[in-house]
Nanobody, 124 residues
Framework: EVQLVESGGGLVQAGGSLRLSCAAS????????IGWIRQAPGKEREGVSC????????HYTDSVKGRFTISRDNAKNTVYLQMNSLKPEDTAVYYC?????????????????WGQGTQVTVSS
């Protein structure tokens, strides 16, 4: 059974940091691109960042460049999203998602497997 489990969300003040984790099981993790997608109340889902399966290349949406860093540890079947300098507009439920390669990971609408999400709330 494919599982993606997010953790690390919470309430933080503007300017603070959080590190989200996405723990995967039930599939060959090395062969899968992983993306982070968020959804704020009343808004559509937005691709935030992703990391490829092939060469570890990464993508960031413009609003998080320079603040967020994605990484993967294939030995632990886990992807991390380090979020620094958080802003109130980063408030959302953050989901991790997976799709088998070959796949351009920034195609955020095409992931096959999704986690249940973790809430991130940034207070002003």
């Amino acid at each position: 059974e494919v599982q993606l489990v997010e953790s690390g969300g919470g309430l933080v003040q503007a300017g603070g940091s959080l590190r989200l984790s996405c723990a995967a099981s039930g599939f060959s993790f090395d062969d899968y691109a992983i993306g982070w997608i968020r959804q704020a109340p009343g808004k559509e889902r937005e691709g935030v960042s992703c990391i490829s399966a092939t060469d570890g290349s990464t993508h960031y949406t413009d609003s998080v460049k320079g603040r967020f860093t994605i990484s993967r540890d294939n030995a632990k079947n886990t992807v991390y999203l380090q979020m620094n300098s958080l802003k109130p507009e980063d408030t959302a439920v953050y989901y991790c998602a997976a799709r088998r390669r070959p796949f351009y990971c920034a195609t955020y609408g095409s992931y096959d497997y999704w986690g249940q999400g973790t809430q991130v709330t940034v207070s002003s």
